[in-house]
């Protein structure tokens, strides 16, 4: 599979289990090798204390699936994230 290039979302919150059920949904829709793409979620407290949950992942189906459910997700590619904070 070509993957384009891998993408950031995020949302305020504890959203570990939300993320999880999401990686499982895109495993059964797209099937058992979708379990080869790097799928990461991941929460942190920002500097002001408050929890976020970080979602990193490279398939087409994560970019329609937060089109048609964005549940509060908000999302950049990698490129344009590491760009705008000089990473």
Request: charged share 25%; net charge negative.
């Amino acid at each position: 599979m070509n993957s384009p290039e891998a993408w950031l979302w995020w949302k305020h919150g504890d959203c570990l289990e939300e993320g999880a059920a999401l990686a499982a949904k895109f495993v059964t829709e797209v099937g058992q090798n979708a379990a080869a793409d790097d799928v990461h979620v991941r929460r942190t407290r920002t500097p002001e204390g408050q929890v976020i949950t970080f979602l990193a992942a490279s398939d087409p189906w994560w970019h329609e699936q937060i089109r048609v459910h964005p549940n509060g997700w908000r999302g950049a590619s990698l490129s344009e994230v590491a760009r705008r904070f000089d990473l």
